[in-house]
C-alpha cells in the first residue's frame, strides 16, 4: 500500500473495488464539513467514520449504495451494500492522500 501526500487540498481518494466508484473524502478540518478522520498511517490506513455513497432514490430506497469501513488498510463492506462484494472485506488498492 502506498500513500501519497500532497498539501494544501486535504482528501483521500481511492478507486473502490466495489461500486467501481472513486471515493474522494475530506480528511481536512479547514476545509469543511463532510470529514473523516484519517489515521496518517500510510502503509494501514484507517478512515472514520464509514463512507455511504449513493446513487438516486427510487420509492424512498437509494438505486445502487457503497457502505465500508476502511480499518487497518482493509475495506470492510457492509451488507447493505448493493454491488457484489456486499458483507466482504478486502485489501484497500492504493490510495492517493493529499493532506495538508
Known sequence: MRVIFE???GTVEFTCPGCGWTHILNVDPKH???RWTFNGDIDMPTLSPSIDATTAFRNGKPRSRCHSFVRDGRIEFLGD???VLAGQTVELP???ARVG
Open 32 to 34: 469543511g464539513k463532510p
Open 81 to 83: 451494500s448493493t454491488h
Open 94 to 96: 492504493e490510495i492517493l
Open 7 to 9: 498539501p494544501e487540498i
